[in-house]
């Protein structure tokens, strides 16, 4: 789907966030932004941003965090190829004006390019350049805005369930953050549930519909 | 295979859970049997290529490539079942288009491929009973299924001990006991939720679903007891669940006289009227586009309900204009699916303290309980069924909480809360004007591609409403917070039971088939998929379709050693 000889998506690369993972011993998954078309392909300002603003909703505890994992770069192969229908034309009645600049030409919005916008204008400025303290506000009062009840429609929504899409999929928030039992060989109808038990990722009944 | 002649006593068209089971059948009663599939060969255990990977091992994690899917597989994304796991186990829909009647919509989701649907299927296992084998003659819509229940009880009964079905007995008029292994436990939530059901009303039960998932190992047919991953969709190396590769085919090639050809597209029959009998079937080898025939004494026909009504319907020739069996002009007529939609969603308090460990690849089942001795239903006269369960959520549920930061990622390691599902599936009642035809497009192979008119009706919308309110009232006596359900189907095709189009009946001027699956028009002629169903009931029609296929094959087989065909 790319065309051959742009620039940028023949230019091959480790990501920052997969070697810091290897550095942590934690495989990160292989995520290759190197197909992408020309115009999906993210400026190393977006793929930084898109990594801390990963790691702010899912930051590192006792275990690996969203930058650790790589699941900002996940994130910009997920909204280059469409996921959680961030491709398809918007629904008129969510064109706002501080929306409409950034929709392509068959109506979808740039997703990528709103929230590097939106936190920038947050942050009166450099969203990076400020604290990690303060970008964690900035964003906790747009995620707050999105989240409320009756909230119009926010672009912000999809992006961080794909935030948590590519962190609960990736080996260390799925296998360690949460446990993942490929086969579990037994069937428990009814067993005491403690606070110190963990949700199963391979509880796909519930990844689906729960 | 042009000179075939004498090589095969019968050819079987498909290699899904009819096509493989017949070829079972025939080949063990010591006929040799030519099994015909358009798909590529997939071999149990060998080619289940995504069954152990991890998310992290798939390029989009599970979730597939969108961009991909609305190019290649538009309507395959819309099932449910679809996924990255499974994609290999769906149609190409741009490779395998077909057509839309103008203005209605039909989701038609299929799988080309060794095992057909065998591989992807629900695997829910329910008997039909005579309020369904009664249907049409009671409120006189369809023709009349010229057989009863007691007919078919011994045919479910060698279906069910082959297959492996486990299930619970709950002595049910509508929904009969079949040979079940032991059934899988109802979870903490469910078992509440039936007793509470059942203290207010006493006629409705709710019953884990009969499912062709093995509860115990089957050393003597190779195949393993469930592993409780429920991941069945991309293929299962245990065995654990019935398909064509984990016991029909291996039980068809164990006789030695199966042959199976794939990659074939059949795409036509010829039929000499002097004799009345098919002389050949005709297909398309997809790789090189070759066209090819081989000749057997009958032939059954089990490409999956449509594309069997869509090979017969391109089998016209100077004696048969319409479509090959379709002198009575109802072959493509009738079609159905089950109206479907989820009729509710409550939270389920009270169990805070439990929960669960394994994946259950089945859900639980409320059988029907309207339309019964008394026609209670308001605008409909048949049945609705539930189908669904209680669950817990995990991490998807943070995609609709707020909050950023350590602390959101603690809450979304817990355990979610329980909730339940109730999906509502209606009889579909049969239409003339819900219908196949051929449409004057062509499929890149050159054959014209089937066009599908079908919509619901009022008595499914009715149904459908019911289905809502009852779901509610239960949920909530049951102690559950309802905060969601609908009562429009879903687009027709989604419940993934269609049928119909060559039905079975009495009268060879108003049918297709007689009560032998035999083409009333084609001595030599059977078939056993969904295509023959005369009505649809409300429950999973799988197990019905291969008791149905089972009689036929002795029928068929009887017929042929007294020479009568």
């Known amino acids: 789907m790319s065309a051959a000889g742009q620039g940028w998506n023949r230019r091959e690369f480790v990501g920052a966030a997969s070697l810091l993972a290897l550095a942590l011993g934690v495989p990160a998954a292989a995520i290759r932004l190197t197909d992408l078309d020309a115009q999906d392909a993210p400026t190393e300002r977006q793929r930084s941003l898109m990594t801390r603003v990963a790691d702010l909703v899912i930051p590192r505890t006792d275990t690996p965090g969203a930058a650790d994992v790589g699941a900002g770069d996940f994130v910009i192969l997920a909204l280059a190829h469409g996921l959680s229908e961030t491709r398809a034309p918007m629904a008129a009645a969510n064109v706002t004006a501080a929306l409409a600049p950034f929709r392509r030409h068959n109506g979808s919005l740039r997703y990528l390019a709103w929230l590097e916008n939106a936190l920038d204008r947050s942050a009166s400025g450099d969203f990076l350049r400020h604290p990690r303290e303060r970008q964690a506000e900035i964003l906790a009062a747009l995620d707050e805005a999105a989240f409320a009840k009756e909230a119009p429609f926010s672009p912000w929504n999809a992006i961080k369930g794909l935030i948590l899409t590519g962190y609960y999929t990736s080996e260390a928030g799925g296998s360690k953050e949460l446990n993942y039992e490929l086969v579990p060989g037994k069937w428990e109808w009814n067993i005491p549930l403690t606070p110190e038990m963990r949700a199963f990722s391979s509880d796909w009944t519930a990844v689906d519909f729960g | 295979m042009t000179d075939n002649e004498g090589q095969f006593d019968a050819i079987v068209v498909g290699s899904g859970i009819t096509g493989g089971f017949a070829a079972k059948e025939l080949t063990e009663a010591g006929l040799k049997v030519l099994m015909i599939e358009r798909g590529r060969k997939i071999e149990h255990q060998v080619d289940y290529e995504t069954e152990t990977k991890a998310p992290w091992e798939m390029e989009f994690r599970g979730e597939g490539d969108t961009a991909l899917y609305e190019r290649d597989y538009a309507v395959q994304m819309l099932n449910r079942h679809f996924t990255e796991f499974t994609q290999n186990h769906f149609v190409n829909d741009a490779e395998q288009p077909y057509q839309k009647a103008p203005g209605k919509d039909f989701d038609w989701f299929r799988s080309y491929q060794l095992g057909g649907r065998s591989l992807t299927w629900g695997r829910q296992c329910y008997r039909w009973s005579d309020y369904d084998f009664g249907a049409n003659k009671r409120d006189g819509?369809?023709?009349?299924?010229?057989?009863?229940?007691?007919?078919?009880?011994?045919?479910?009964?060698?279906?069910?001990?082959?297959?492996?079905?486990?299930?619970?007995?709950?002595?049910?008029?509508?929904?009969?006991?079949?040979?079940?292994?032991?059934?899988?436990?109802?979870?903490?939530?469910?078992?509440?939720?039936?007793?509470?059901?059942?203290?207010?009303?006493?006629?409705?039960?709710?019953?884990?679903?009969?499912?062709?998932?093995?509860?115990?190992?089957?050393?003597?047919?190779?195949?393993?007891?469930?592993?409780?991953?429920?991941?069945?969709?991309?293929?299962?190396?245990?065995?654990?669940?019935?398909?064509?590769?984990?016991?029909?085919?291996?039980?068809a090639q164990k006789t030695g006289r199966l042959t199976v050809v794939t990659d074939a597209q059949v795409h036509r029959l010829s039929y000499d009227p002097a004799t009345r009998r098919v002389t050949a079937v005709h297909w398309i080898d997809t790789r090189t586009g070759e066209h090819k025939r081989a000749h057997s004494r009958i032939v059954f026909l089990n490409a999956g309900s449509f594309n069997s009504v869509h090979v017969l319907l391109n089998s016209r020739s100077e004696a048969m204009p319409n479509g090959l069996a379709n002198s009575s002009g109802v072959l493509g007529t009738h079609i159905m699916d089950h109206a479907s939609t989820l009729a509710a969603k409550a939270i389920m308090p009270g169990f805070e303290d439990r929960t669960t460990f394994g994946n259950r690849p089945t859900g639980v089942v409320i059988p029907r309980f309207k339309n019964m001795e008394t026609l209670d239903g308001d605008g409909f006269t048949r049945g609705y069924s539930y189908q669904g369960g209680a669950m817990q959520s995990t991490w998807t549920q943070g995609k609709?909480?707020?909050?950023?930061?350590?602390?959101?990622?603690?809450?979304?390691?817990?355990?979610?809360?329980?909730?339940?599902?109730?999906v509502a599936f209606a009889d579909s009642m049969p239409r003339a004007s819900n219908r196949l035809t051929l449409s004057?497009?062509?499929?890149?192979?050159?054959?014209?591609?089937?066009?599908?008119?079908?919509?619901?009706?009022?008595?499914?919308?009715?149904?459908?409403?019911?289905?809502?309110?009852?779901?509610?009232?239960?949920?909530?006596?049951?102690?559950?917070?309802?905060i969601m359900g609908f009562d429009r189907p879903n687009h027709g095709g989604t419940a993934i039971h269609e049928m119909g189009g060559a039905r079975m009946g009495w009268d060879p001027q108003t049918s297709v088939l007689n009560r032998w699956n035999q083409a009333h028009d084609a001595a030599n002629l059977f078939v056993t998929d969904g295509a023959q169903m005369s009505s649809s009931a409300c429950q999973n029609p799988s197990l019905t379709y291969l008791a149905l296929t089972a009689r036929a094959c002795d029928a068929a087989v009887s017929m042929l050693k007294e020479g009568r065909i």
Not at chain 2, 405 to 417: F, I
Request: glycine share 10%; hydrophobic share 40%; charged share 25%.
């Open chain 2, 141 to 251: 819509v369809g023709t009349d299924w010229p057989i009863r229940y007691a007919e078919l009880a011994p045919w479910y009964d060698r279906v069910e001990e082959f297959v492996g079905v486990s299930g619970a007995r709950e002595g049910l008029a509508q929904l009969p006991d079949g040979h079940f292994l032991p059934p899988m436990e109802l979870n903490v939530v469910e078992q509440a939720v039936r007793e509470r059901i059942r203290a207010k009303y006493p006629e409705r039960v709710l019953t884990i679903g009969r499912t062709a998932n093995l509860t115990e190992a089957r050393p003597e047919q190779g195949r393993a007891h469930c592993q409780y991953r429920s991941i069945c969709a991309r293929g299962c190396s245990y065995g654990a669940y019935f398909s064509t590769q984990s016991a029909s085919l291996p039980a």
């Open chain 2, 400 to 422: 609709r909480m707020g909050g950023i930061g350590a602390e959101y990622k603690d809450k979304l390691h817990q355990v979610g809360p329980w909730s339940m599902v109730l």
């Open chain 2, 440 to 482: 004057k497009k062509l499929d890149p192979r050159g054959v014209p591609q089937l066009e599908i008119a079908f919509e619901h009706g009022a008595e499914e919308h009715a149904a459908l409403a019911d289905a809502k309110k009852e779901a509610a009232a239960m949920l909530t006596h049951a102690g559950g917070k309802v």
